[in-house]
């Protein structure tokens, strides 16, 4: 009954270090992956500033806007 005990705990114990490596590996990833995303987003960012900037300029060249 003695032996029984320390086995339980360990074998308890071996699978929270599963799980925990197992979320590590998972915060990684998300971690990666929302990195990617920032990244496109920045592009994504620049590209409307530039189409905003040329846009403007067509709305002068028309007379759409005041100078």
């Known amino acids: 009954?003695?032996?029984?005990?320390?086995?339980?705990?360990?074998?308890?114990?071996?699978?929270?270090?599963?799980s925990v490596e197992r979320t590590e590996y998972d915060i990684k990833d998300l971690k990666f992956r929302v990195g990617q995303i920032?990244?496109?987003?920045?592009?994504h960012s620049l590209r409307f500033d530039r189409l905003e900037t040329r846009l403007g300029l067509i709305e002068k060249r028309l007379g759409l806007i005041d100078a």
């Open 1 to 18: 009954m003695a032996e029984e005990a320390p086995n339980l705990v360990l074998e308890h114990l071996r699978a929270i270090r599963g």
């Open 38 to 43: 920032e990244q496109t987003l920045v592009h």
